[in-house]
Every structure is written in structure tokens, then in C-alpha cells.
């Protein structure tokens, strides 16, 4: 039977709306299923997205710090160059020959014996800024250049130097020597 026009059935209407209310449930849940499983899929892609980054920040750090010891190897080799030279190589022996006692007795060498052991000290003055910089490692300095036999033939020199320009000599090439004495276990 067709309802007369302007008659409403309340109790049909309320079937229906309840109906279509259990229908909207029914479909928000699935739609809350849904976006729960698409975030759960979001958080793991953005999981081994941050996984990637890491090991993409490592592999560069690790390229960096190579970089960095090659361009540090570069930098020793080149005052090892240096150091191989005939003229510092005739300073090197001039300081180890010399057996000072004083720096009296340094004032009475040659000029070309004092300049001998001004080259030396600069040179290990040089080593001991770029290893107070980190950027050479005292064990290779130590193993290249010998700073403690260096020091012991100088110290005369380099003590006189201190005193005469009031503590303003050769402070990292003092502090390379002491450093390396570190390095090395006691006696």
C-alpha cells in the first residue's frame, strides 16, 4: 500500500535512519582499518628512509675522515720532502755534531751553524702546530721525524732562545716533545 501523500510512517524512518547510521559505522571503521594499515605502511617506508640516511651519513663521514688522512699524509709527506733535502739534511748534522753544552757555546758557532739550528727547530716547531692542530698525528711525526733526538741535541739552543726571549721560543716544538713522551709507556 502507497502511503498517503503528506502521511509519514516515523517508524520507518527510524529503521532507516538507523540502517543507514549502522551503514556509516560500518563503513568509518573500515575506512579508520584503511588509514591505519596506509600509515602503517607510511611509518615503515619513512623507517628504512631513515635507515637509508644513516648509512648514507656514514659511508660519508667515513669518505670524509679518509679524505682527511690522505690530505694529512699529503701534508707530512711534503715536509718529509722537505726534510730529505741536501740543505736540511746538512742542518740535521750540523745539530747532531754539534754536542752544544750552552747556549754560550752555540753564540761562538758559525752563522751558517746557527742558521743549521734555526732550520731544524723551525722545522719541529712547524710539526708541533700541525699536531697540536690534529692535523698530524703525533705517532706518525714521531715515527718520521725523530723530535726527541732532536730535542736532546737542541736543548741547549732552544733553552737559551727561551730565556733570551723570555719564554717566547720554540713552545710547540717543546709541547710535540712533551706530548710524544706521553705517548710512550715509563721506562
Excluded: C, H
Excluded at 538507523?18 to 588509514?35: C, N, P, Q, R, Y
Excluded at 594499515?37 to 667515513?62: H, I, L
Amino acid at each position: 500500500m502507497i502511503p498517503a501523500l503528506g502521511v509519514f510512517n516515523f517508524g520507518e524512518a527510524d529503521t532507516v535512519v538507523t540502517f543507514i547510521s549502522s551503514v556509516a559505522i560500518i563503513l568509518g571503521a573500515l575506512f579508520v582499518v584503511i588509514e591505519l594499515r596506509d600509515n602503517k605502511r607510511m611509518v615503515a617506508a619513512a623507517t628504512e628512509q631513515a635507515k637509508a640516511a644513516t648509512q648514507q651519513a656514514k659511508a660519508s663521514t667515513e669518505q670524509m675522515r679518509q679524505t682527511n688522512e690522505i690530505a694529512d699524509m699529503d701534508m707530512i709527506m711534503r715536509l718529509y720532502e722537505f726534510a730529505n733535502t741536501k740543505e736540511f739534511q746538512t742542518s740535521w748534522l750540523t745539530v747532531l755534531n754539534s754536542s752544544l753544552g750552552s747556549y754560550e757555546e752555540f753564540e761562538k758557532l758559525t752563522k751558517e751553524e746557527q742558521v743549521a739550528f734555526f732550520q731544524v727547530a723551525s722545522l719541529f716547531e712547524s710539526l708541533g702546530v700541525l699536531a697540536k692542530k690534529e692535523i698530524v698525528s703525533l705517532s706518525t711525526v714521531e715515527d718520521m721525524f725523530l723530535p726527541g733526538v732532536a730535542w736532546d741535541s737542541m736543548r741547549p739552543f732552544l733553552e737559551g732562545i727561551a730565556k733570551r726571549y723570555g719564554g717566547e721560543g720554540y713552545s710547540y716544538f717543546e709541547k710535540l716533545k712533551d706530548d710524544i713522551a706521553k705517548l710512550r709507556p715509563p721506562a
